[in-house]
């Protein structure tokens, strides 16, 4: 008599399915040129024109938000891989095996979780820190303005730079869960990352800094910010907020997926 897979026995499937699929190498590579090449691209231009810059834009220079400038296009990498982690199987009709296979659908669930949650934390710490000293170590030959992860606040800023991206990667996956397809799911994420804060500017001022704050884009902001404007979160309420977005969009798909067929 078969005995139903265990959680780990589940995870150890899902890392294999994870690594060995060419989409995510693809997704990987994509996800460090983004993040790391736009750091150093970004970085070396402000070098280039730092003479240029007046006095005031050099006193309120960012050497730690405008290395880490990548991260804000290595989020749709990221939302991508997440969510292409469920809903790939939807479209090959894979899941309908994996089901009958793990017949317990919320470890399915945590199972994925898991494998994303450690694989994008790490790596994602990894790369923002690589992208970090990098745009550091121009600013430094360059006689600018640098940081380091010496100071508690940059290092605060850059570890959570890694979070934010691990929490919208927990989020594609959480669509994905929803929609079920990658073409849905991509336009629902891209939606919510880059075209709500695009209408979001074009409503009235007041309006504007009520709404923006709770926006995950916004949050990522305040999150990776050594300094904060008065319109935004403090850092660990951005984390909390984006954190529960994050469980309440997966929260729906893990239900939605033990009420729905295959």
């Known amino acids: 008599m078969s005995h139903a897979p265990t959680l780990v026995d589940i995870t150890r499937s899902e890392w294999l399915k994870f690594r060995s699929v060419r989409a995510t190498l693809i997704g990987v590579v994509t996800f460090l040129v983004l993040t790391i090449g736009l750091a150093a691209l970004i970085t070396l231009v402000i070098k280039s024109n730092w003479s240029q810059r007046s006095t005031l ?8 938000t405008t290395s880490l400038v990548g991260v804000f296009l290595a989020e749709f990498a990221v939302g ?26 919320v470890h399915l669930v945590a199972a994925k979780i ?3 949650l450690v694989t994008f934390f ?7 820190v690589v992208a970090f000293e990098l745009g550091q170590f ?49 336009s629902v ?3 919510l990352l880059l075209i709500v804060p695009i209408i979001t500017a074009f409503l009235p001022s007041s309006w504007q800094n009520d709404i923006s704050k709770y926006l995950p884009s916004n949050l990522g902001r305040a999150m990776m910010s050594p ?27 893990t239900y939605l997926l033990t009420q729905r067929d295959a």
């Open 227 to 253: 300094d904060l404007s008065g319109s935004s979160f403090a850092w660990d309420t951005s984390a909390i907020l984006l954190l529960v977005y994050t469980c309440a969009i997966v929260g729906a798909g």
């Open 189 to 191: 994420y891209v939606t």
């Open 80 to 105: 991508v891989m997440g969510a292409r982690f469920i809903t790939s199987e939807y479209a090959s009709g894979a899941i309908r095996s994996t089901l009958a296979a793990v017949p317990r659908r």
């Open 114 to 116: 898991i494998v994303l």
């Open 138 to 186: 121009i600013y430094r030959t360059g006689h600018l303005p640098w940081a380091s992860l010496s100071n508690a606040t940059d290092a605060r800023a850059v570890a959570f730079a890694g979070i934010y991206l691990t929490l919208l990667t927990l989020m594609g996956f959480g669509l994905g869960l929803i929609f079920r397809t990658t073409s849905t799911t991509i």
């Open 57 to 64: 834009d050099k006193l309120a220079f960012d050497p730690v």
């Open 122 to 128: 790490i790596l994602s710490e990894i790369v923002v």
